[in-house]
């Protein structure tokens, strides 16, 4: 036999050892340690005159919590730090606030009313697909009863700074009915408006009634992203816009990474984010 033969055989069997040990840390990485290093990420969206109040009010956009048997409540408070950070005038939450189970309800939306708390407009929220699949009466109930109302096809006005600003609260997608027309219908002409959708793929229908900004969650960013490849898998109503900004239709939509985890628990190279929206810059 050549000698060349053993020498090749151990060095694909280091080869294979080096793998199996970087693929291992790799993985432990992923699930352990990413999830838990959020970060706040800035967003700057431009507004007409006709809505020069809204300059430098500042949004911060929670969502994709996830509650439940793979990320735990008490990960929140790094949350709170975030959302307290960035001295937001109100707070929108995304959806998908829970995971598994409603028996989480009541300590997500403890956890979700202490960052209402630190707005002065306080927050306003709407449904995500695990919320519609874990009582959704419980969770609105819930957060309802925490001062968060829920925005299913509806949509509210705001007093802030001198101005109006409405929130256009579009009904989760895949297992409710959302209604982009019949929300729309209840602002007036031309009032300044932010949708907000857990779903991010059907932002065409909501560009049509030409709001400043759409904010969704629902894709996790993608939740494992490779080099060079991108988002190893998304969701369904999540896999045309993943992730960060895109102008649909010239209405921009922000995509946000989101909090939790949820199958597989892990992240890789998709950090979980507070998302801070300012208008006409900072």
């Given at each position: 036999?050549?000698?060349?033969w053993?020498l090749a055989?151990?060095a694909l069997?280091?080869?294979?050892g080096?793998?199996?040990?970087?693929?291992a840390?790799v993985?432990?990485y992923a699930?352990?340690?990413?999830?838990?290093q959020?970060r706040?990420?800035?967003m700057?969206?431009?507004?007409?005159d006709?809505?020069s109040h809204?300059r430098r009010?500042?949004?911060?956009f929670?969502?994709?919590?996830?509650i439940?048997p793979s990320f735990?409540?008490?990960?929140?408070?790094?949350i709170?730090a975030?959302?307290?950070e960035?001295q937001?005038?109100l707070?929108?939450?995304?959806g998908?606030y829970?995971?598994e189970s409603p028996?989480?309800?009541?300590?997500?939306v403890?956890?979700l009313?202490g960052m209402?708390?630190?707005?002065?407009h306080?927050?306003?929220a709407?449904?995500?697909?695990h919320?519609?699949?874990c009582?959704p009466?419980?969770?609105?109930g819930?957060?309802?009863d925490a001062g968060i109302?829920?925005?299913r096809?509806?949509?509210?006005?705001?007093?802030?700074q001198g101005g109006p600003?409405?929130?256009?609260?579009?009904?989760?997608?895949?297992?409710?009915?959302p209604d982009?027309?019949?929300?729309f219908?209840?602002?007036?002409a031309n009032?300044?408006t932010?949708?907000?959708?857990h779903?991010?793929?059907?932002a065409?229908?909501v560009a049509?009634?030409r709001?400043?900004?759409?904010?969704?969650g629902?894709?996790?960013?993608?939740?494992?992203?490779?080099?060079l490849?991108g988002?190893?898998?998304?969701?369904?109503?999540g896999?045309?816009?993943?992730?960060g900004?895109y102008?649909?239709?010239?209405m921009?939509l922000y995509?946000?990474s989101g909090?939790?985890?949820?199958?597989p628990?892990?992240?890789?190279?998709?950090?979980?984010?507070v998302?801070?929206v300012?208008?006409g810059g900072g």
């Amino acid at each position: 036999m050549s000698p060349i033969w053993p020498l090749a055989r151990q060095a694909l069997t280091a080869t294979v050892g080096i793998g199996a040990v970087v693929g291992a840390g790799v993985a432990t990485y992923a699930h352990l340690v990413a999830p838990y290093q959020p970060r706040l990420v800035p967003m700057r969206v431009p507004v007409p005159d006709s809505a020069s109040h809204l300059r430098r009010l500042r949004i911060a956009f929670v969502t994709d919590t996830h509650i439940g048997p793979s990320f735990d409540v008490e990960r929140l408070a790094a949350i709170h730090a975030l959302v307290r950070e960035a001295q937001p005038h109100l707070v929108l939450f995304g959806g998908d606030y829970v995971s598994e189970s409603p028996r989480f309800i009541g300590r997500a939306v403890e956890r979700l009313a202490g960052m209402a708390a630190l707005a002065p407009h306080g927050a306003c929220a709407v449904l995500g697909n695990h919320d519609m699949s874990c009582i959704p009466a419980r969770v609105e109930g819930a957060l309802a009863d925490a001062g968060i109302p829920v925005l299913r096809n509806r949509a509210v006005g705001l007093h802030v700074q001198g101005g109006p600003l409405w929130i256009a609260g579009i009904e989760e997608a895949l297992l409710g009915r959302p209604d982009p027309r019949a929300t729309f219908n209840q602002i007036p002409a031309n009032a300044p408006t932010l949708a907000l959708w857990h779903e991010p793929d059907f932002a065409e229908s909501v560009a049509r009634f030409r709001p400043l900004l759409q904010l969704s969650g629902h894709s996790h960013g993608g939740q494992v992203r490779l080099p060079l490849v991108g988002a190893v898998a998304t969701p369904v109503a999540g896999k045309r816009y993943v992730r960060g900004l895109y102008d649909v239709a010239g209405m921009p939509l922000y995509v946000s990474s989101g909090i939790g985890v949820y199958r597989p628990p892990a992240r890789l190279l998709c950090p979980p984010e507070v998302t801070l929206v300012t208008f006409g810059g900072g």
